[in-house]
């Protein structure tokens, strides 16, 4: 199958086979030439070997063979009229440069221009006016000319439009007993809230609470519904003011119904703890955390419906609360340390948008959006009410507990209320002076494929009402909501829109669906096999993917160019980029 002009500009860089019997004589062109995007089948199959002096697409076009060769045959130097010229030796196309994507080394350049160049595109330099750069960075004068209007500068400003100053306490010890409270770093907590937090709903039938310290994790756990850290307002409203936090301790959820049936769909993390737990990623507890176990036992036949996974949330959260009474009333001076958050509008440098796709099939795939306590319950909309339509929030009310999240996916993909809390997406591109974060879109996935795409047109309506210059589109699971996945990044795309995907699919969760606008991903996958590994928060976002997604939303919206990732799943590709990130 011959490529295109199009497609040959798109694949320069790949190496140049011919589709058919091509003699010799031949000026070659793109008619004469195999389509890059089979050569893993061909490999596979055995079709075809690429010899290390294989020459580039770019290298070969316009030049005479000097001999007839047959289909799928690579082209190498001594087939072509005059082998090469000086300075155009082959490009040995590496397999871990078949990327995915573009990670993109930023120089600041004399003038006023940013200079990008691409590891991965052998040398293509590019330049994009500076408003890409930082703010403040120092670029030297141009020399007046004498008579000439001085050029108009872009505006450059900072502007803050909200602070939360976050307070954290260390917890020490957490014990049982018989009142709540919280001393010296001991956190005590009432027994009697095993049976008073049921008041929350009766589908909650049943409740226990046991502390899991660091050291003792080789004890059997029923499924995580979720993980969740204790923080409570102070001043202000989510966002912005004071919130204090504890830290050293976070509370698990687990839950069965009445006839045991795990509170989960699509694997489970039932086991030994120390096991099913991946340790230190976002959503998950710390190495040292002290983990407070609260089980959940709902109405037998519920765990499949909206209404008992929302019972246990509940209930969960009412012991919480307790906790947070005591909390609240903490005198900052014993606070171990504070940390300030700041929403700053950063005029002059490309508006972006994160946009966080969300369970919302209803059953056990909701959450909770905006409650009235940090990572709480209560006060809150669940996004299956509002119609799964697009909501903004701020980078501060993200990072303030504004989603808790109800989700019973599959545990390595799925994002628990911890995640959303130190969310490291938002943090990153918040923080990173070169792009302004307008605000993160939380979007739901609804069941029916109809609704899903209603939401989506809207969503996409949205992102181009902000008038934003690049986004980014998570999603969390994989499978039904990748339907949602591929057609956000549509909406946006082909309005123009620059816009990188980020999901979890590797093996199991290969992309069922596609479009052209899919040409800029990251893979979120960890697991050696590529699967969901039951291993809670196992195949979740982390600060290197995240680092991995902005660079490659940088690039794009420089206009690099960024190569088509290969038609399996091959984690050296990730590695690869991750490497050629942390070099840039």
């Known amino acids: 199958m011959s490529i295109t002009p199009e497609t040959a500009n798109q694949h320069k860089n790949d190496p140049a086979v011919v589709c058919c019997l091509t003699h010799e004589g031949t000026i070659i062109s793109p008619a004469d030439l195999e389509d890059p995007a089979i050569f893993p089948d061909l490999e596979d199959s055995g079709l075809l070997t690429i010899p290390e002096n294989v020459l580039t697409i770019g290298q070969v076009l316009g030049k005479k063979l000097i001999k007839t060769i047959d289909a799928l045959t690579p082209i190498t130097p001594d087939m072509i009229e005059g082998g090469l010229d000086q300075g155009e030796k082959p490009e040995v196309v590496e397999e871990a440069e078949m990327v995915q994507s573009g990670a993109a080394q930023t120089v600041t350049g004399a003038g006023n221009v940013i200079r990008i160049h691409i590891e991965e595109g052998k040398g293509i330099n590019l330049e994009i006016p500076a408003i890409v750069t930082a703010a403040g960075t120092a670029e030297p004068a141009a020399k007046p000319v004498e008579g000439a209007q001085e050029a108009v500068k872009p505006r450059v400003e900072d502007r803050v439009r909200r602070t939360l100053l976050m307070r954290e306490f260390e917890v020490k010890e957490v014990r049982l007993g018989d009142e709540t409270s919280f001393e010296n770093g ?35 756990t029923n499924t995580i519904m979720d993980v969740i850290p204790i923080a409570t307002k102070v001043e202000g409203s989510l966002g912005e003011g004071v919130t204090h936090v504890m830290s050293g301790a ?31 990623r976002p959503g998950c507890p710390d190495e040292n955390d002290i983990m407070i176990r609260i089980h959940v036992t709902i109405q037998a036949g519920t765990g499949m419906e909206r209404k008992g996974p929302y019972a246990a949330h509940k209930a969960c959260d009412a012991v919480i609360q307790e906790i947070r009474e005591v909390l609240k009333k903490k005198p900052a001076s014993e606070a171990a340390r504070e940390i300030e958050y700041k929403d700053v509008e950063r005029i002059g440098r490309p508006r972006v948008v994160i946009v966080k796709e969300i369970m919302g099939q209803g059953a056990m795939h909701d959450n909770v959006i905006l409650p009235k306590e940090p990572a709480g319950v209560l006060g809150g909309r669940p996004n299956v009410d509002l119609g ?26 799925k994002e628990n209320t911890r995640h959303y809390f130190r969310e490291p997406l938002v943090n990153l591109v918040a923080d990173d002076e070169e792009v302004n974060l307008v605000g993160v879109v939380f979007v739901g996935s609804p069941q029916v494929n109809e609704e899903k795409f209603y939401v989506s047109e809207r969503l996409g309506a949205l992102v181009e009402a902000l008038g934003v210059d690049g986004a980014i589109v998570t999603t969390e699971g994989f499978g039904n909501n990748h339907i949602d996945f591929a057609s956000h990044i549509e909406q946006i795309g082909k309005r123009g829109i620059p816009v990188v995907g980020v999901t979890y699919a590797a093996y199991q969760g290969q992309l069922i669906v596609g479009n052209k606008y899919m040409d800029a991903m990251v893979e979120l996958n960890k697991d050696p096999n ?16 995240a680092v991995r997604a902005l660079a490659m939303l940088k690039a794009k919206m420089a206009g690099a160019e960024i190569k088509p990732a290969p038609k399996k799943w091959d984690q050296s590709v990730i590695e690869n980029n991750q490497k050629l990130v942390e070099k840039a």
Request: charged residues 25%.
């Open 186 to 220: 001991v956190l005590t907590i009432r027994k009697g809230l095993v049976e008073d937090a049921l008041k929350a709903d009766p589908i909650a039938k049943k409740m226990e609470i046991d502390i899991i310290t660091p050291d003792n994790k080789n004890v059997f």
């Open 250 to 280: 976070v509370v698990i959820l687990t839950g069965v119904d009445e006839s045991g049936i795990q509170v989960h769909e699509f694997g489970s993390c039932e086991g030994i703890i120390g096991e099913k737990v991946r340790f230190g």
């Open 388 to 413: 799964n339509i697009p909501v903004v929030l701020s980078a501060n009310e993200v990072r303030d507990g504004g989603i808790h999240a109800l989700t019973c996916i599959g545990p390595a993909s």
């Open 530 to 545: 590529g699967m969901e590994s039951e291993i809670l928060g196992d195949n979740t976002l982390t600060k290197e993917d």
